[in-house]
């Protein structure tokens, strides 16, 4: 669905969903699809980012000190990092704020992690990271996460500072591209345009394996509290600023769950189930906006072994939202449903390849309508030239319009289907 | 005809002896402060994907690992279910998360068995280890 702001040509979609009024025009702007920011506003301009020559720079290094290029130890302190630099082309419609119509390079990823273990039980660490993804984004370097942990023993830790949020099966790893075979993980359950929001919280959390006996295997558990804040660069701040309200501050508020998995007797069989409350509110000089807690319940499964992966999820995300926009009112309700099925093989030791379907509908609207689903085949392939350097190709075969579109990249409205083609190369250690 | 059928089933049996006997190929080493001369295959298992960080005796475990190699291959094969790739991927998922540190990793058996008998806690697995070799040994059990 997509957010309008003022001066949207209301004119009849080419998707066929009703014209939208006033309210509709303001709606959803707290997930999923952002309205479009001005062309103003935009960022990159179609030129390479500068993050560009920090991956060549990069990528330079690997080529030439192939097995020096390892986790550098220095007595105790281990850095790691990642680049990856992608290219996303659509056959309709531009995606995810790129005009991928036309072929986009606009979608850069790097992070540099540094951390110690000052006690057996005792470690602390700091990530620091940077993307660039169409309009979204940009240079500045954000702390990812910074955090001690302190694991008192086996069943029992804690973790404190800005920790990942450990929902469903990728939430925390969602931004971690070089540990998947997907270019981009279904976008029902982890919109890649709204992640800063559910990505991490500052507070702490307590984690633990409880063994359940020889033949029950181990129940592993996460629990959370803290504030979760909307990046000022992530879609939902865009989506706010084309209707007229211009955040200067982070949006934010209390998040509190936990993450229950059951790693099963059987060897790589896991299922396991999340909820997450989050609440959201926020003040700008033209308005505000107020998400009360909201629960957003996820249930998984995934098998691993060897060559094989498998994997289910369902996720529930509701929304009851109010967008006060000067003395307008604006309620918004949705419902947004979304599973995936997707499966994996290594072929060999450097080529994986897999597929995936991901069904997304916003069951408080008409689903029929494709500005109110996303469903999305998609194939994959990865190939690894070394341990640290790696490619991937993948095919998108996407049917509405619900997720990851934005009117001002498509001011002619959007067809209902699209087909995308990524690619991705990306450097780790 | 009869003399294929031979050479199939001779070249079957090798194959089953020699897949048979590379689980032997690799043992398990421990630094001499580990006080448990035996670990659970579930128990390895663990302190090897980063679900455990101790012994069954409660002692602090370090595990090391090879870079790469046939008995790498065989100990994730026949201890952690893993192929190497995967084996990699998880700890990095791991790492990026901020959820564990990687283990050590080591490009020869000469320089992990070194670092295994220096480093009270560490457990590691070489193809053999000779008399000269400062660690002790660690059998494996169901």
Known sequence: MIVEGPGYDSDQPPDGSKPKDLTHRCKAVLHRKAPPIHSGQGRGGGSVPGCMYLFLFLFFLVCTCRESVCAQDLNGIVVHAYVSQGFLFSSNNNYLSMKSSDGSLQWTDAAVNISDSLADNLRVGIQLHMYQLGEFGGSNVQVDWALGDYRVNDNFGIRAGKVKTVWGLFNDSQDIDAVFLWILLPQGSYSIDHKSFYLAHIGGDVYGGLPLGKKAGTLHYVGYAGQATVDLNDGYIKQFANLGLIFTSSLGGKTYGGDLRWETPVQGLTIGSSADVQAVDGTAPTGSVHLPPTLTPSFYAQFSRRKVYLAGEYDRIPINATLTIESTVIPFVEDGRSWFAMGSYRLCKNVQVGSYYSHYVNKAADTTQPANHSKDFVVSGRYDFNPYFYAKIEGHFLHGTALGYYSDTNPNGLAPDSKMLSAKIGFTF | ?142
């Open chain 2, 1 to 142: 005809m009869k003399k294929a059928r031979c050479l199939v089933l001779l070249l079957l049996g090798s194959l089953g002896s020699w897949s048979a006997a590379r689980a032997q190929d690799v043992v398990l080493v421990a630094n001499k402060s580990v006080k448990i001369s035996e670990i659970t295959n579930a128990d390895l298992r663990a302190i090897f994907i980063g679900t455990k960080t101790r012994f069954a005796d409660g002692s602090h475990a370090v595990p090391v690992t090879l870079k790469g190699g046939p008995a790498h291959e065989v100990f994730l094969k026949h201890y952690v279910g893993e192929n190497p790739e995967e084996f990699r991927s998880q700890w990095r998922k791991l790492v990026f998360t901020g959820q564990g540190a990687m283990p050590r990793a080591f490009g020869s058996e000469s320089a992990l068995i070194e670092y295994v008998a220096d480093t009270p806690g560490a457990l590691g697995y070489a193809s053999r280890i000779s008399s000269h070799d400062n660690v002790k040994l660690l059998a494996a059990v169901k």
